[in-house]
């Protein structure tokens, strides 16, 4: 793997490089697609150095640690700007990866899910459930009259049927955007919890009707292999202003925390942290909640097994 020493001078929790550990960090530093303020390239290597705040400790919940299970296999080598060039290059790699290491993928821009998900896809030989974090929909059938980018995938993800429907899950969605793309998920039979349905709730009794309604869904549909989006831009612009589309009203980083620590039996496969901009960060605030996120999903792996 190709490792380029100025985006990854420095690895996830200070783990070894990825070798034969169960599980696995990469960073996809691409932010060709983004359609607000670019710069989501960079968020791998801040995520990295906000994760060393976590790297001698113990997770509170979980009480495990994902170091001695843990490497991290560096960036990708991509292409820097054609998203069909780039998606072609993370094919290889993001298959042998998989095969390997249960991954988290650090992003980038969303555009980087949709490969993951067709990776995903083809490994595993069935549609996967999905949870999916974010201030948007990501559900839009066109990019500015381009076919495909950031804003698109859950739609194309949908469309390539690499996702049973019922059981997409998003949360946290609260953009401007017509009907037909906010109400999308929920047309094709999947859940919305809208930012505003989760106002005010944050502690895990509160939100364990969130939970039970995504753990419902998978029973009854054959308990699909589940992969987690986590863009950043699903907090409050309070939380994480180190975005390229920040959008107020919403998640606090106590709910998204609770969620993963409450959601942490599901069959997870892997996840993806996206649309961190370091340029746009204060104090690393979007940085370590971004690796705090990691963490813990990395985490309750660790406890599972
Ligand atoms: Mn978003």
């Not at 994480?240 to 409450?262: C, F, I, K, N, Y």
Request: with cysteine; charged share 20%; aromatic share 6%.
């Amino acid at each position: 793997m190709h490792d380029f020493a100025y985006l990854s001078d420095t690895r996830f929790l200070k783990a070894p490089p990825a070798a034969d550990q169960p599980l696995a960090v990469a960073g996809i530093a691409w932010d060709g697609s983004t359609t607000g303020r670019p710069g989501a390239r960079m968020g791998p290597r801040a995520i990295r150095q906000a994760s060393h705040m976590l790297c001698d400790g113990i997770h509170p919940h979980f009480d495990v640690s994902p170091l001695g299970h843990l490497g991290d296999a560096g960036d990708l080598a991509l292409p820097n700007t054609s998203l069909g060039a780039m998606r072609e290059a993370m094919a290889a790699p993001v298959a042998a990866l998989i095969r390997r290491h249960h991954m988290a993928w650090l992003g980038g821009d969303h555009s980087i899910t949709l490969p993951l998900l067709r990776a995903y896809r083809e490994w595993l030989g069935r549609p996967l459930a999905l949870v999916h974090l974010d201030a948007h929909c990501d559900t839009w059938q066109d990019h500015f009259g381009e076919p495909s980018g950031h804003g698109t995938w859950v739609w194309e993800a949908l469309q390539e049927c690499l996702l049973v429907p019922a059981c997409v899950t998003q949360i946290g969605i609260r953009s401007s955007g017509t009907r037909a793309a906010r109400e999308h998920v929920r047309d094709r039979g999947g859940l919305i919890f809208g930012a505003r349905d989760l106002r005010g709730l944050e502690a895990p009794a509160q939100l364990a009707p969130v939970c039970d309604a995504i753990r419902d869904r998978l029973a009854a549909h054959g308990h699909p292999p589940v992969y987690l989006s986590l863009d950043i831009d699903c907090l409050d612009p309070a939380f994480a202003p180190g975005t390229g589309t920040p959008e107020p009203g919403g998640l606090t980083s106590a709910q998204v925390l609770t969620l993963l620590e409450d959601l942490a039996d599901l069959s997870w496969v892997g996840m993806d942290c996206v649309e961190v901009a370091p340029a746009y960060d204060h104090a690393e605030l979007t940085s370590l909640a971004a690796a705090s996120f990691v963490w813990t999903y990395l985490c309750a792996c660790v406890a599972r097994a």
